[in-house]
């Protein structure tokens, strides 16, 4: 081999390399975003929504409480993994055009829906759910609305029903995450 070879061998490694950085640094950035850190879950969310907006070409409406609090580290990063997995699901199986996102909070619990219109939840699935309790993600629970078996409204939940958050549930899928939270604290979290 000579040296022209060699030297683009080399070039091409290291342009390999840069690629593998810049990747490497991406994913970092979306698995932990320092945006959580710095400024909490309603300005990560924001920004994830936005970019994940652009990147995908689903219409995203996030519906934010005004005045969210921070809320502990482990809670904030529960919420944006609960949002970016739905979201990944909803690009990977739903075939939705649109998604609803929506966080509210009371004095016992934050509660995150991501709302999708897409295909719903394959029979399949539903009744392996059904019969050996597993087969839906990292669910806590479920619950299906409409007739003959169709599913109308699919939900990871814990506690307390999907159906009737003002979501809506004629079609596709929603997913609800409610984590219960203590007042009295510097943050927000048990």
């Not at 991406?26 to 309603?42: I, N, Q, R, V, Y």
């Not at 907006?53 to 904030?76: H, M, Q, V, Y």
């Not at 690009?91 to 016992?108: E, F, L, N, P, W």
């Amino acid at each position: 081999m000579g040296q022209e070879e060699t030297a683009g061998l080399v070039s091409d490694c290291l342009r390999t390399v840069q690629r593998c950085i810049v990747e490497t640094r991406t994913l970092s950035h979306l698995l932990h975003p320092p945006l959580l850190d710095e400024a909490g879950f309603a300005s990560a969310a924001r920004c994830y929504v936005e970019e994940f907006d652009k990147r995908s070409e689903i219409d995203l409406r996030l519906e934010l409480p005004d005045g969210l609090p921070r809320l502990t580290p482990a809670l904030e990063l529960a919420l944006f993994r609960a949002l970016q997995e739905s979201l990944t699901n909803v690009h990977r199986y739903s075939g939705s055009s649109s998604v609803d996102i929506k966080v509210t909070m009371d004095a016992q619990s934050i509660v995150l829906i991501v709302r999708d219109y897409g295909r719903g939840i394959p029979e399949e699935i539903l009744r392996n759910f059904h019969e050996h309790g597993s087969g839906v993600g990292v669910g806590f629970g479920f619950k299906t609305g409409g007739g003959g078996g169709a599913p109308s409204c699919g939900a990871m939940r814990r506690p307390g029903p999907v159906c009737g958050t003002g979501v809506g549930c004629e079609a596709g899928v929603g997913v609800a995450v409610a984590i219960p939270v203590c007042r009295g604290r510097e943050s927000t979290g048990c």
